[in-house]
């Protein structure tokens, strides 16, 4: 077989992933964790009836991370990821994962040059693509706003 | 009034649900790593607000689109059109982070924390 | 003697006169459970980092094994030791108490199968006497240096494997009683162009398949002449690839072809295709097919190491993973 031929006999028998299991999967706990987020912002909305609701949000966001950090900090979190793949990724708990993760991965290297400094090798990406984006955004609205 | 509740639920279960199973579809297909995916549902929340779309989705989802990563890029590009009404093009770049201050504040501060006083747990099958 | 292309008939057959394994937890709870000489509870072993752990597999598998053979320190050539981690720690930390001259090898996944040809021809040339070959691995060191930390909530891929905890270590002797390597054939680096760093079956298979057919060819022999031809760690679907590719040049594998990979866990879900590392084909050596072969099961078999020469710096660039593979024949006899 030639790189080619090989190539296309490798992905046509490579096992394939489960699509109905791991989307049901992703489905139910993905759900779960914003309902867990929702029923924080209704408890918060309930006690403190006069906050505006962008500052709930804001109390919300601080909780549902506190959760997330929590959880891979007890090594529950990966355990949920590895059932529910995309479920567990794509919410606020996920980004609080793999920012707490390689930071305790890490701080064998030294608080300083292991810790801190690889704190955000995975959600690094994160911060800059939603700063650059927003910022470009903004500039966009600016001069849209001058016409 | 249960039935209130019970449907408002419904609604984020199924929106939040929803969006975690196109990341999952994503993930089964493309065999992209969770940075990515991440990424790619921050860009899609910045998008969705930037044309003024999110609040209308997120009336609906609530928590089903805020909780998810969109929720944060709908933060930042929403501080940083509200900055550049009040500050012109100064606000392009105060904006986005005083908006997800908060979040990124939490998530640093808890990481650090946790880090000094937990280590990574054997992974057993 | 050289014999064809790539392989050598050892005039002098170094025997394997002392074995020692060391296992994880999860490897302990495998199929070959019973087989392990030392079983840990815990894959830390009471030190502080994940690294020292594997280091000190790797130093209790030498020093045991040296043990068990009675050679004196002055008596030994080498130590020759490899692993996974960058610059090859756990080796040259766990030879650093040791005092006999040590050797460092690399060779992915295969390193095994390389530092036996290696010594296996130095002895039957007359230069070595006896010499210790050892590579370990471990699942936490290894995920947090090719894959991510080890709490990150990431989903394995249907072909990914999961890196073998332990180590294990051979003595090699030109006198003393054992099995002997009568035969080696070292492999060439196969690139079939794969890039996908969590799919090594598919990336090691062309290799395995090369060195298998270039020493079956060289010998001039058939595959039965086998009791067992060995792989490394295709896995499960790297296996089904090799069969194929194997195939297609003429040789039927099926009734003589094991992988390690595939045979060391109890299927336990999240290993998904089996094991892999440089410790999972010593490990698997050192324990079970040695033990096969001492009570007499097995006559003959064909070590297979295999490795992908993955490094996360050439696959973030965007470079395709080559393959490399390694075969040694051992037997009690060769006629």
Not at chain 1, 83 to 95: K, Q, R
Not at chain 2, 88 to 116: E, H, P, Q, R, W
Not at chain 3, 35 to 44: A, I, P, Q, V
Request: aromatic share 10%; with cysteine.
């Amino acid at each position: 077989m030639n790189k080619k031929e090989y190539s296309e006999y490798v992905s046509k028998t490579a096992p394939k992933s489960k699509h109905l299991s791991t989307m049901f999967a992703a489905f139910w706990v993905g759900g779960l964790i914003c309902c867990i987020g929702q029923s924080i912002f209704d408890t918060i909305q309930a006690l403190l009836p006069l906050v505006p609701d962008d500052d709930i949000w804001a109390i919300t966001t601080l909780v549902m991370i506190f959760l997330g950090s929590t959880l891979t900090a007890l090594g529950v979190y990966d355990k949920i990821g590895r059932y529910a793949g995309g479920g567990s990724i794509i919410p606020i708990t996920g980004f609080a994962n793999s920012v707490t993760s390689p930071a305790m991965e890490y701080k064998r290297e030294g608080i300083i040059f292991g810790l801190m400094s690889k704190m955000f090798v995975i959600a690094g990406p994160i911060i800059v693509s939603g700063i650059a984006a927003s910022v470009a955004v903004g500039i966009c609205y600016y001069i849209v706003s001058l016409f | 009034m249960a039935l209130e509740i019970f449907l408002r639920y419904l609604q984020v279960f199924a929106v939040g649900g929803g969006i975690c199973m196109l990341g999952q579809i994503l993930i089964n297909t493309t065999k992209m790593t969770s940075a990515r995916i991440l990424v790619i549902f921050l860009l899609l929340g910045v998008v969705l607000e930037a044309f003024g779309l999110f609040d209308a989705v997120a009336d609906f989802g609530m928590a089903g689109v805020k909780i998810p990563i969109c929720g944060f890029g709908s933060s930042l590009v929403k501080g940083v059109i509200t900055a550049v009404m009040e500050d012109d093009i100064m606000g392009a770049f105060a904006g986005g982070m005083k908006s997800v201050s908060v979040g990124i504040t939490a998530a640093i501060f808890f990481s650090f924390i946790y880090a000094l006083i937990f280590s990574p747990h054997s992974k057993k099958v | 003697m050289k014999l064809g292309e790539q392989s050598y008939a050892l005039e002098n057959p170094p025997k394997i006169i002392a074995h020692y394994s060391v296992a994880g937890p999860v490897e302990s709870k495998g199929m070959l459970g019973n087989f392990f000489d030392l079983k840990l509870d815990s894959d830390e072993w009471g030190e502080k980092s994940h690294e020292l752990a594997e280091c000190k597999m790797h130093h209790t598998a030498i020093m045991k094994a040296l043990d068990m053979s009675g050679l004196e320190f002055k008596d030994v050539n080498a130590v020759m030791c490899g692993d996974l981690l960058n610059q090859i720690i756990a080796s040259s930390y766990s030879a650093k108490d040791i005092e006999i001259p040590y050797l460092g090898f690399y060779g992915a996944c295969s390193t095994f199968g390389e530092m036996l040809c290696v010594a296996s021809l130095m002895i039957s040339s007359g230069s070595f006497k006896n010499v210790t070959c050892s590579t370990s691995s471990h699942f936490s060191t290894a995920e947090r240096q090719y894959r991510y930390p080890l709490e990150l909530g990431t989903q394995p891929t249907p072909t990914s494997q999961w890196t073998v905890t332990g180590s294990g270590c051979s003595v090699l002797s030109s006198d003393g009683e054992g099995p002997e390597i009568f035969a080696c054939t070292i492999g060439r680096v196969i690139d079939l162009g794969v890039k996908d760093a969590n799919n090594m079956g598919a990336v090691m298979a062309p290799a395995a398949c090369d060195t298998i057919c270039t020493h079956l060819n060289d010998l001039n022999i058939s595959p039965e002449f086998y009791d067992l031809i060995i792989t490394g760690d295709l896995g499960k679907f790297g296996s089904k690839l090799l069969l194929e590719l194997a195939r297609e040049r003429g040789f039927e594998l099926k009734d003589v072809h094991s992988d390690c990979g595939s045979m060391i866990f109890n299927n336990q879900p999240q290993t998904i295709q089996g094991g892999s590392g440089a410790g999972c084909s010593s490990l698997v050596f050192n324990s079970y097919i040695i033990k096969q072969m001492k009570s007499g099961n097995l006559k003959k078999v064909l070590l297979v190491p295999t490795g992908a020469l993955l490094s996360k710096t050439a696959s973030m660039q965007g470079e395709t993973i080559p393959g490399i593979a390694h075969a040694v024949s051992i037997g009690y006899r060769y006629n």
